[in-house]
């Protein structure tokens, strides 16, 4: 099963990825997109894992995502992104668009194809006002296309506001 856990800034996504991850009762890789670039994103990093069983395998991706996966994937393992977002904010700083959209196709691209359980974390971003600034808009933009796409190949996509999760597409929680 794949699914797509969307949410707003503590919104609970991560911590119900997490709870998915344990009852998939696979091993699990947790695949890390973020770069704690400043002190309060290691923070945030470092309670993420605190919170992560130590049995887990962590890779940290901030670009390649689609390589991992495919190389990461089997029936026996269930791979944890944690998040999208970050990730596409890796890609637009790179400011290389042949880049960006090769590295997005590919994991729309191989999707599909992955083995076992794949879990993907991402950010709502827009669902509040237009953002003032062409790079934000663009970002709200790439981010809402990227999340429609992944919700259309997913088998579970779920909206997690407050810590509860409400089920959008699929099987409930």
């Known amino acids: 099963m794949h699914s797509l856990i969307l949410g707003g800034a503590r919104s609970g996504k991560s911590r119900l990825a997490e709870q998915l991850a344990v ?3 696979l091993a699990v890789t947790y695949i ?3 770069q704690p670039l400043d002190g309060e994103m290691n923070q945030r990093v470092q309670l993420h894992r605190e919170r992560r069983p130590s049995h887990w395998a962590l890779i940290e991706e901030p670009v390649a995502l689609a390589r991992v996966l495919r ?3 089997s029936a026996e393992r269930c791979l944890l992104v944690d998040c999208l977002t970050l990730w596409l904010t890796n890609l ?3 400011e290389d668009d042949t880049r ?3 590295e997005r196709d590919a994991l729309l691209d191989c999707l599909a194809e992955l083995p076992g359980t794949v879990i993907l974390v991402s950010n709502e971003t827009g669902l509040g006002v237009v953002p003032m600034g062409e790079l934000t808009r663009r970002y709200v933009d790439l981010a809402g296309w990227l999340h429609q796409a992944i919700a259309e190949r997913c088998t579970r996509v779920v909206l997690s506001v407050a810590g509860l999760p409400l089920t ?3 099987p409930a929680l």
């Open 168 to 170: 959008l597409k699929g």
């Open 23 to 25: 009852a998939s009762g």
């Open 71 to 73: 190389a990461e994937a």
């Open 32 to 34: 890390a997109t973020s």
């Open 92 to 94: 637009l700083m790179l």
């Open 100 to 102: 960006l959209a090769a």
